[in-house]
């Protein structure tokens, strides 16, 4: 009597639309499994063609080159005595499902489409695919002649069903279906399914992993049974990092945990666990018992295959572990490095360029670029054949082996600090210093010759030269030269990027980075078309709190010692004159409020939806010890005229890592106007009413108009 059960999953760095390299790394983890004595693998959702293809989706060529992908997985013999369960899209009657789909020893035995589509914050699968609402429904699949002369099968089972083996039953879900309040594993449980498949493309937030944890272990820990979660890792072409994190779960314990962040392409988790201790755990929940009595049965695929052997009773089996989470430092340590390395190879640039200012933002971003090159070196120390040829092929160098961070540093890594005249010498020294310590490759230049150039030539047109309003000019002229020094400085940002590996005699251009958190994006508190506008932002998404934490976590385990000054000092634009020789300008005082209060706005506007009366209402009771009702007003009016002012910026916002639920980006999560009546008479008017209403039932004399 076989009990023993021996699954795969995996965590594998899909790319939209490569089908080649996709195929490769399918093929990879199948093998992989196989020599571990798995007899069932689990992949990533849509893993064939890579979860981001967005509206490549539409193209008929995706679907014919994911089965073209298909068949040379039926046809190969890595897939031979194994049940493979892949992901890719499937147009059924004219309908684009979402699917798995299931084969074993070139047979299909059935595709099962998705029942609960993601479709809120970054995801939009309601665009593509329409759910299957037929539950425990099966239909009759004509596969496509390319299918049909490898498997010898013209109709395979399309629905909600089951795979009954000779000695055990597996049920599909597929990512969102876990997080949905009536998840298929609930029911499917109950008609006798043991084993549970879940194949994911879930991203990386920051203090997000535990949730996804908890749900796999909670899914058994009240039914009995067995999890498998596979999810896809990487940057797949867009903003998002998917976080791997594929795990096995038994009765509600984790048995098998995997790397969240890793620059293995391909990462195979094995267990083999003892069908028996689902049966006894089952056994003693009578509520659950009772309720199987009456469920109603899913159709059942009978697959002529066990997962176990005949005899196994001295096989040993997998015994529960306690997960490893990062910390919130760790995890912006390690994400946002590993994004930043799948972005450099697959761009095929030959490194990064930034304007590091010697404050936090930008030093935050060097660090995490320091972050990935120790990556680089640790795989290579380990093994990792094909992250060696990836950094051979970025350096230009075919014998090359990293083995210092630093020393890889300084050949793709290009520091630039932008000084002017209103630049102290302390952050040009804090800049020097860092970039000593990490080895990044550093110039030092001057701006002031090309600000004074634009400058001139609005002279020579107008006859008029603005000053700076400490020299008594206007608020607007003020703003102005600010603005012209900034977006000099992008643009020598993207020069220096294109042509300073060609005057060291290196080959290849450099990738820009920016550095404005998700703090200063919701603000506005940047320049249009500033150092803010680059190729991607590693930080983006990323509040400033968190951020001086990780410069914190830097400070202890990377032993840069620069960082420490860059934290004790108060972060500042230094784009107004100086005063003694000293900065005057500090970004709290130009914004009008903190960075803490920021994040908290961030959090009620998008988290909580929050409009401004919602605010005014929630902030009220959060900062009673703090604020009265008419200060809460204030802040809560002066925020909003500064988001709605300054949305505009939101449009042309670099691509930027997501690790916030709060991210104002335009791109596809937070969808909102950027033309606004930034008065928000009705709204205000509002608060205003309410602060009166709470002011006379504290025995406070209305003075004034709450400003």
């Not at 950027?674 to 309410?690: E, G, M």
Request: glycine share 6%; aromatic share 8%.
């Amino acid at each position: 009597m076989g009990r023993a059960v021996t699954v795969a999953t995996c965590a594998l760095n899909q790319w939209a639309l490569d089908f080649e390299g996709n195929l490769e790394r399918i093929s990879r983890s199948i093998d992989i499994a196989k020599r571990q004595g798995a007899r069932y693998r689990l992949g990533p959702e849509l893993e064939i063609c890579g979860y981001g293809c967005s509206d490549h989706y539409y193209e008929s060529d995706t679907l014919l080159h994911s089965f073209q992908v298909l068949a040379k997985l039926l046809e190969s013999p890595a897939t031979q005595d194994i049940i493979c369960d892949v992901g890719m899209p499937v147009l059924h009657r004219n309908v684009r499902y979402n699917c798995r789909v299931i084969f074993f020893n070139k047979k299909i035995l059935l595709i099962r489409p998705k029942i609960s589509l993601a479709n809120a914050g970054n995801y939009r699968e309601l665009r593509w695919f329409t759910p299957w609402n037929k539950a425990r429904h099966v239909e009759e699949y004509f596969l496509p002649r390319i299918i049909q002369e490898v498997t010898g099968q013209e109709t395979v089972p399309f629905g909600d069903a089951v795979l009954a083996t000779k000695d055990t039953c597996l049920g599909a879900e597929i990512c969102e279906e876990l997080w949905a309040p009536n998840s298929p594993h609930i029911e499917m449980g109950l008609d006798g399914v043991e084993i549970f498949t879940n194949s994911s493309g879930s991203h990386h937030v920051l203090r997000k992993a535990h949730t996804r944890v908890d749900l796999v272990n909670s899914a058994t820990a009240k039914n009995g049974g067995i999890y498998i979660l596979a999810n896809q890792k990487g940057c797949d072409g867009d903003r998002l990092y998917y976080d791997g994190c594929a795990m096995i779960s038994m009765n509600g314990e984790t048995i098998a945990q995997g790397s969240q962040f890793s620059l293995d392409d391909v990462e195979v988790l094995v267990a083999t666990l003892d069908l028996e201790d689902v049966r006894s755990y089952r056994a003693e929940i009578s509520s659950r018992n009772l309720a199987a009595s009456k469920v109603n049965p899913y159709p059942r695929v009978k697959v002529n295959f066990a997962l176990s052997c005949s005899d196994d009773v001295a096989v040993p089996t997998c015994m529960p572990i306690q997960w490893r989470h990062h910390s919130p430092e760790e995890e912006i340590s390690l994400g946002p490095a590993c994004w930043l390395w799948d972005y450099l190879r697959r761009s095929k640039q030959a490194g990064f360029l930034l304007p590091l200012s010697g404050g936090i933002d930008s030093s935050a971003t060097a660090c995490i670029v320091y972050s990935m090159c120790h990556q680089v070196c640790l795989a290579v120390k380990n093994g990792n054949a094909d992250v060696l040829a990836d950094v051979r092929r970025i350096v230009g160098d075919e014998a090359y082996v990293p083995e210092d961070p630093r020393e890889l540093c300084k050949r793709i890594f290009t520091t630039c600090y932008m000084a002017s005249e209103n630049s102290s010498q302390d952050t040009c020294n804090r800049a020097k210093l860092l970039a000593e310590q990490i080895g990044s490759y550093h110039i030092n230049l001057n701006i002031d010759a090309a600000v004074k150039a634009v400058v001139g030539i609005f002279n020579v047109v107008t006859g008029r030269t603005p000053c700076f309003s400490v020299y008594g000019g206007s608020s607007r002229e003020n703003l102005a030269l600010q603005n012209v020094q900034a977006r000099i400085r992008m643009v020598l940002a993207y020069l220096f990027a294109q042509l300073t590996l060609w005057t060291r005699g290196m080959p290849g251009g450099l990738l820009v980075l920016a550095s404005a958190n998700v703090d200063e994006s919701l603000r506005g508190y940047m320049t249009k078309y500033d150092c803010s506008s680059a190729d991607i932002n590693p930080i983006g998404g990323i509040s400033k709190t968190d951020l001086k934490n990780f410069i914190q976590y830097c400070i202890e385990n990377f032993q840069l010692t620069a960082l420490r000054s860059i934290m004790s000092a108060p972060p500042t634009a230094e784009l107004e004159p100086l005063v003694d020789g000293q900065v005057s300008q500090t970004d709290e005082a130009d914004m009008g409020m903190t960075y803490a209060e920021l994040s908290i706005y961030g959090k009620l506007r998008k988290i909580a939806k929050a409009g401004p009366y919602s605010m005014f209402c929630k902030l009220i009771n959060m900062w009673k010890e703090i604020c009265t009702p008419r200060e809460v007003a204030s802040k809560v009016k002066h925020f909003f005229r500064m988001y709605s002012i300054n949305r505009h910026k939101m449009t042309t916002l670099t691509p930027s890592y997501h690790a916030e639920n709060y991210s104002p980006d335009d791109n596809r999560f937070d969808l909102r106007p950027f033309l606004y009546n930034t008065t928000w008479s009705w709204q205000f008017r509002c608060i205003d009413k309410q602060v009166s209403k709470l002011e006379k039932k504290e025995g406070i004399s209305l003075v004034e108009d709450v400003d």
